[in-house]
């Protein structure tokens, strides 16, 4: 089956304590990534990557990192989380590039404490 | 960065009812895509018109777009409880999607 999967699913971490939201699609995608939505805000993009060693920040991408190392993983990394941190994020995926249809992940939803 | 911006930002109708949501956005574009995201789950892509197109069909859903008004309306048409949801309209830039703040849909039995 076609599918973006994040894990964990849910975290609740403390302020400072490093920690990597993982995102895996088996569609062959290119085109990769992250958004983090909060109320009021809608959905935001923190990072995206074209191909495989290419990224770029989006337009919330502050203590956040990325890395695309392969075409299918595409993992955010929280050096140091802060409680304005928290928030509902989503990996998403399309075949070439922004312009395709994405296929989002079911989310990952992160409180920092 | 264009932005699309839906209106209304909240509607409730009954099952049966016709459902309209609007989207407006700033610049040009290549395409416009809506999604729909079920509490709290991840957006699911309903439908890309692209900026050529007028009016585009998808089962019960029609979608138009009006370049000369930079706007464009999702129409679900004898709407069901199971339509219940969070409807966003995104605009492709060079390598960036933007997504308005979302219509909430609620569909009562």
């Known amino acids: 089956e076609a599918q973006v999967t994040q894990n964990p699913r849910y975290l609740i971490t403390v302020t400072g304590k490093k920690l990597t939201v993982t995102c895996s699609q088996n569609m062959n995608h290119e085109y990769m990534s992250w958004y983090r939505q909060d109320p009021g805000l809608g959905l935001r993009q923190i990072y995206y990557s074209m191909n495989v060693e290419v990224t770029d920040k989006g337009d919330v991408p502050e203590g956040y990192k990325v890395s695309r190392k392969e075409k299918r993983n595409f993992p955010l990394i929280l050096e140091s989380p802060s409680p304005n941190q928290t928030s509902l994020y989503f990996c998403?995926?399309?075949?070439?590039?922004?312009?395709?249809?994405?296929?989002f992940g079911d989310g990952t939803r992160l409180s920092i404490l | 960065s264009q932005q699309g911006e839906e209106d209304p930002q909240a509607l409730s109708i009954q099952e049966g009812e016709n459902a309209t949501m609007n989207c407006s956005y700033k610049?040009?574009?290549?395409?416009l895509q809506w999604y729909r995201q079920n509490s709290g789950r991840g957006l699911v892509h309903l439908i890309l018109i692209r900026s050529n197109e007028r009016e585009k069909h998808s089962g019960r859903l029609r979608v138009t777009l009006d370049t000369s008004k930079k706007s464009s309306s999702l129409l679900i048409t004898a709407s069901r409880a199971a339509d219940t949801a969070s409807y966003f309209c995104a605009t492709p830039g060079y390598s960036t999607l933007t997504f308005g703040k979302g219509t909430m849909l609620l569909v009562s039995p």
């Open positions: 610049t040009s574009i290549n395409n």
């Open positions: 998403a995926s399309s075949l070439g590039q922004v312009n395709q249809p994405q296929h």
